[in-house]
């Protein structure tokens, strides 16, 4: 069974989702492969207060992603 698709920004600290798919140019899409955010690869929300960057956990890092960035970003919620 396939979990909830949400946006990063929606999702609140410590929660944990695959990476299912992105949204924005090839320029976009290509800093986030860049960065670790393939498709597939699990993240773990460490900050998300509602405002400024969110942080996230990707492979071995953690990437501040700006609102628009995060919500350019489609995850599949881990239960």
Known sequence: M?????????LVTGT?????HFSGGKEFKNRLLVLGFTIGA?????QN???GPIIIAVKDS????GRGEAKKVIA???S
């Open 42 to 46: 699990e993240v773990v929300v460490w």
């Open 62 to 65: 953690h990437v501040a992603l």
């Open 2 to 10: 396939q979990g909830e698709l949400k946006s990063l920004n929606e």
């Open 16 to 20: 944990h989702a695959l990476i299912h």
């Open 49 to 51: 207060f509602g405002s």
């Open 76 to 78: 599949e919620i881990l």
